[in-house]
């Protein structure tokens, strides 16, 4: 493996789990060594029952992620270029890898913060369109370039984005290339707040950390219940949502909620 700084920086913070694109010489291009790690960062995170809620966001103020690198990944996915080390081998070997890393094919049920402190643009986008809240700076624009190179978004575009903000605003994107800034994207709904660039990533994880405060069984089977009803009809929303209050009321934490109000203290949510 390299010897270099890691493509992605892990931090916790509490219940928080930080997670950082770490190319900014390269506009933070996913490489193979990134879409392994953030492959990895995603399963664990999922796993870890300390970890509640994760923030995602770029190194430096160029771009939050400028999608897959044209140099690298790009020309391994098609066989242009041969692996060469062991994360080009492993993302060969193992085809998932860059489905995991965009968080496709993937049911994560806690919540993810993007922390879109730039440009977000090709796989950069494909993956925030994975995040359940997202802040960006008011400098970051949004785009999906690659019919321009006579690609396709591969990882969740065509089917995400049409879900996620107005079909002609979608189709416009996906079929042109072209982008559109952060104004935009607010009034479209494609993200939650747009702030100053040195206010991006304290304000995401402001956010992180409210939602990391809450009943995590209940957060969790929010976000279960949201993504499973999707697409479905009313009755089969509603016996998704029936599943969820069973879970959640059968918790411990469901008691300890109404007995701290009772008592005026903070709730002590222990995920169980």
Do not use: Y
């Not at 359940?132 to 999906?144: K, P």
């Not at 996620?164 to 607010?186: F, K, N, S, V």
């Amino acid at each position: 493996m390299t010897t270099e700084a890691p493509h992605l920086l892990e931090e916790r913070r509490g219940h928080v789990l930080l997670l950082t694109l770490n190319r900014p010489q390269s506009r933070n291009a996913i490489s193979p060594e990134m879409a392994c790690r953030l492959a990895d960062a995603f399963d664990a995170f999922q796993k870890d029952n300390d970890l509640r809620v994760l923030v995602l966001t770029g190194q430096g103020d160029k771009a939050f992620c400028s999608g897959g690198d044209l140099a690298l990944t790009l020309p391994l996915l098609t066989g242009a270029r041969q692996p060469q080390d062991e994360w080009d081998r492993r993302v060969v070997s193992d085809q998932g890898i860059m489905d995991r890393s965009a968080l496709r094919n993937v049911e994560i049920d806690k919540p993810i913060v993007g922390a879109i402190n730039g440009p977000c643009l090709a796989g950069g986008m494909e993956t925030m369109l994975a995040t359940d809240i997202r802040v960006a700076s008011d400098t970051a624009v949004f785009g999906l370039p690659e019919v321009k190179r006579g690609l396709i978004p591969f990882a969740g575009s065509l089917v995400r984005l049409p879900r996620q903000m107005p079909h002609a605003i979608a189709m416009e994107l996906l079929l042109t290339g072209e982008q559109i800034d952060a104004t935009r994207a607010l009034s479209a709904g494609l993200v939650n707040h747009v702030v100053a660039a040195d206010l991006v990533l304290p304000t995401a994880l402001g956010i992180a950390e409210k939602i990391a405060a809450n009943g995590p069984i209940a957060v969790q089977q929010i976000k279960r219940t949201v993504r499973r009803a999707s697409g479905s009809n009313l009755k089969e929303g509603f016996a998704f949502e029936d599943e969820a209050k069973e879970v959640v009321l059968n918790s411990q934490d469901a008691r300890e909620g109404p007995r701290a109000f009772m008592e005026k203290r903070d709730a002590r949510f222990i995920g169980r």
